[in-house]
């Protein structure tokens, strides 16, 4: 934070995503938001931590909106992948405020969505166009909905991933091996973390 209560905006893939952010004068880049709210001016960013918290607190309203209001038999077939880069930018926010409750909206889209949660992460992890802070998390969350160290809940995780649709899990599998092939390094070793984690539940079957 400045002297002039403004926010230096760190290095691309990280920062701000409350508005249409602008970056000297132009677009700043695929995290960018459609609203007019935020500013940037030579490497700074205008807007506050509550800002950026308000903001995350849409993030998912039509993910989460949808899933609540569906039949829980109907949620099985919601995979339509959502906009989730702004979210795992927030996640790793310097402000605890806003990193906490992007980290209760990722837990809450998990918990009402799982096929969408999924497809979500794979969308994001697999996409080249992506910020590279985006995509890594989005590997990392999607490791650690297929594995944990406690037995019990390692077993329920595998148990939950087997019982996705067929044809999802395919398409996650194939955005895995897409990642492999793009840039940068962390992105790819990300995704051969995941690839092993889909492995060691689908090769035993």
Request: glycine residues 4%; contains cysteine.
């Amino acid at each position: 934070e400045l002297s002039n209560g403004s926010y230096t905006v760190p290095p691309f893939g990280t920062g701000c995503t409350t508005g249409s952010a602008s970056w000297k004068g132009t677009p700043r880049g695929p995290h960018g938001w459609a609203s007019s709210s935020c500013h940037h001016r030579q490497n700074t960013c205008f807007c506050s931590p509550a800002a950026r918290a308000i903001s995350c607190e849409r993030l998912l309203s039509a993910a989460t909106t949808s899933s609540t209001a569906a039949p829980a038999a109907a949620q099985t077939t919601m995979a339509a992948p959502v906009e989730v880069t702004q979210l795992l930018l927030h996640a790793q926010d310097p402000d605890i405020n806003v990193r906490s409750l992007a980290e209760q909206k990722i837990q809450q889209f998990q918990e009402q969505n799982y096929p969408g949660f999924l497809a979500s992460l794979a969308a994001e992890l697999s996409t080249a166009q992506k910020p590279a802070d985006s995509r890594c998390l989005a590997g990392l969350v999607l490791k650690n909905t297929l594995d944990a160290k406690d037995e019990a809940r390692k077993v329920e995780l595998q148990a939950r991933w087997s019982a996705v649709d067929n044809t999802l899990r395919n398409q996650i599998r194939e955005a895995l091996l897409t990642t492999l092939q793009t840039e940068p390094q962390d992105v790819r070793h990300t995704a051969a973390l995941v690839i092993a984690k889909v492995a060691a539940i689908d090769l035993p079957q």
